[in-house]
């Protein structure tokens, strides 16, 4: 993902502004790295570039 | 029951031979994008490979993509690639878009909201989907029909529709067939405005913005 997309990103529980951390890049793409809301702190994964942003209870329980 | 993470697994493992069913956009869709003024967000709710969002990519800066789907958003990178269109790609939710308010400009919810489980998660995502639109912003939501061919029923109805992999092997998806009358009142009972309703080939699409000022009153505010 791009990081200029962070600025419309939000979280889909509360819609509270989402923060990345640990994020590796490849060029001006972030390929991995976690997304996480500073109201709640849900954490929400990017995965091979891709965030995943489904809610908790729509996820998989397996490693990516 | 089918839950939204059911559909979410259904779609990932048809994802391939699903997306490659799905070569070609709609012309209903490609008239609503072509009406459309040039703007900055796009917006592809409920995805799939993307072949909407290569048509937004013509109108706006910047298409986002988002589908419940993982195989299905792989699918949609792969198309992305192929035919040369930038989309960012988003696993989400369409009763919980993960987007912050009034951020798109054009979107389209084509053909997805009849896979939401329940009568409260698809109220949610038009409600969610009015919330993302910006002011003057317009959305094209389609759905499947009573008023299609296949079925005999007159009233909205739950069912299965078996989806056959290559191998003859069948995998059941889980779909709300809305009657058409239901189907408007539904939208009109959304914080969504109904600019214009059509049924054609047995599908229902509405041109929808958001209501102004506020969830269900209308604007006075003309011309804009």
């Keep these: 993902m791009k990081e200029s997309l962070l600025e419309i990103l939000c979280c889909p529980l509360d819609k ?24 709640c702190g849900e954490t929400y994964p990017i995965e091979d570039g891709i965030p995943n942003l489904l809610p908790p209870d729509m996820r998989e329980q397996t490693p990516a | ?23 070609y956009a709609w012309p209903e869709v490609e008239a609503f994008v072509s009406d459309a003024r040039p703007s900055s967000v796009g917006l592809d709710l409920g995805c799939g490979n993307c072949r909407h969002a290569e048509l937004l990519a013509e109108r706006t800066d910047r298409v986002l993509g988002i589908d419940a789907s993982r195989g299905l958003l792989e699918t949609a990178r792969s198309r992305a ?11 989400g939710d369409a009763a919980r878009i993960p987007l912050a308010e009034g951020t798109v400009d054009l979107a389209v919810y084509v053909a997805t909201i009849q896979h939401l489980p329940t009568e409260a998660d698809r109220r949610e995502s038009l409600n969610e989907l ?22 005999d029923e007159t009233e909205s109805f739950d069912t299965t529709v078996e989806w056959t992999l290559p191998g003859g092997q069948t995998v059941d998806r889980f779909y709300h067939i809305y009657s058409p009358a239901a189907f408007e009142t539904a939208l009109e009972e959304s914080a969504l405005e109904l600019v214009e309703f059509e049924l054609s080939s047995g599908n229902c699409y509405a041109t929808v ?3 102004e000022p506020a969830r269900g009153r209308q604007s006075k505010k003309e011309g804009t």
């Design chain 1, 16 to 39: 509270h502004d989402l923060e990345l951390e640990d994020a590796q890049y490849d060029g001006d793409e972030v390929v991995s790295g976690d997304l996480v809301c500073s109201e």
């Design chain 2, 1 to 23: 029951m089918s839950t939204r993470a059911d559909v979410r697994r259904t779609y990932d493992r048809i994802a391939e031979h699903f997306a490659s069913t799905r070569e």
């Design chain 2, 209 to 211: 913005a958001r209501s």
């Design chain 2, 130 to 151: 009015a919330r993302v639109l910006a002011p003057g912003g317009r959305a094209l939501v389609s759905t499947w029909s009573t008023a299609h061919d296949t079925f």
């Design chain 2, 81 to 91: 690639r192929a035919r040369d269109f930038e989309v960012d790609l988003l696993q």
